[in-house]
């Protein structure tokens, strides 16, 4: 998992949430998430992710290439512990975007154009 320096506490949950789930975490060569937020632009995503996560505005989104583009609209506890759920199939995710994202659709788990 990758994320800025300031998104250490939301790695840390998220971790722990996933571990939680059943998840098994490995500290390098596992499925790379990248969780990215409000500051961040396409020079700070990771190259080669699988899962990018928006923990607050989503528009940076529109510029990550992983195939799944996740966004919680928060940081909270409580987004993390849905955002495990739904990463390890345990949940789906049927939300609507309440705002557009240039290049992405607003409904949840549609296909990449």
């Known amino acids: 998992m990758t994320s800025r320096r300031g998104y250490a506490g939301t790695r840390a949950r998220l971790t722990a949430d996933l571990k939680a789930v ?3 975490i490995v500290a390098s ?3 790379l998430i990248d969780i ?3 500051e961040d632009g396409r020079s700070h995503l990771a190259k080669g992710a699988a899962v990018t996560v928006a923990v607050d505005t989503p528009y940076v989104l ?3 290439t992983s195939k ?3 966004a919680t609209y928060s ?3 409580a987004s993390m512990t849905a955002l495990a759920a739904v990463l390890a199939g345990r ?3 049927p939300g ?3 705002v557009a994202v240039a290049g992405l659709p607003r409904t949840a788990c549609a296909a990449r154009s």
Do not use: L
């Open 22 to 24: 059943g998840v098994h």
């Open 68 to 70: 799944v583009r996740i």
């Open 91 to 93: 949940t789906a995710a």
């Open 75 to 77: 940081a909270t506890a």
């Open 29 to 31: 060569g596992g499925t």
């Open 96 to 98: 609507t975007s309440p």
């Open 36 to 38: 990215v937020g409000y």
């Open 62 to 64: 529109r510029y990550a």
